[in-house]
């Protein structure tokens, strides 16, 4: 939804359909989060987010977050700096950014012959 290469943040509705999980990660930045649909949280803790819980990560949060929840779950995150992806075993395997998630977007667009919408480039 947005890009911020000047402090490396972006923000993105992240939508998990009939559930599902995404892999161990450390954030290396402040997160926070406003679920919207459906319900989520972390293995790692005992809390669960529904619509209108705010929540928010501290720099150096490592987490895995997962959804049980039939319908799955929405969730509008902003996120501030890289995030750390890490194997079953927590072996580091991948780092993503602003700067990856500019990519990720401009390739969608560019395979499916959408254009780029420039206003999202702060």
Same mark, same amino acid.
């Given at each position: 939804?947005?890009?911020?290469?000047?402090? @490396?943040? #972006?923000? @993105?509705?992240?939508?998990?359909?009939?559930?599902?999980?995404?892999?161990?990660?450390?954030?290396?930045?402040?997160?926070?989060?406003?679920?919207?649909?459906?319900?989520?949280?972390?293995?790692?803790?005992?809390?669960? $987010?529904?619509?209108?819980? #705010?929540?928010?990560?501290?720099?150096?949060? $490592?987490?895995?977050?997962?959804? /049980?929840?039939?319908?799955?779950?929405?969730?509008? &995150?902003?996120?501030?700096?890289?995030?750390?992806? &890490? /194997?079953?075993?927590?072996?580091? @395997? /991948?780092?993503?950014?602003? &700067?990856? #998630?500019? @990519?990720?977007?401009?390739?969608?667009?560019?395979?499916?012959?959408?254009?780029?919408?420039?206003?999202? &480039?702060?």
């Amino acid at each position: 939804l947005c890009f911020d290469v000047r402090t @490396n943040t #972006f923000s @993105n509705i992240l939508w998990v359909k009939g559930g599902g999980r995404i892999g161990t990660h450390r954030h290396r930045g402040a997160v926070s989060a406003v679920t919207l649909e459906g319900s989520w949280g972390y293995y790692e803790y005992d809390w669960i $987010a529904t619509p209108g819980s #705010f929540v928010f990560e501290t720099p150096g949060t $490592a987490h895995t977050l997962y959804s /049980d929840n039939p319908t799955g779950m929405k969730a509008m &995150f902003w996120l501030q700096g890289a995030i750390e992806f &890490f /194997d079953e075993n927590g072996v580091h @395997n /991948d780092t993503v950014d602003v &700067f990856w #998630f500019i @990519n990720h977007y401009v390739t969608h667009c560019r395979a499916h012959n959408i254009p780029i919408n420039k206003t999202l &480039f702060l």
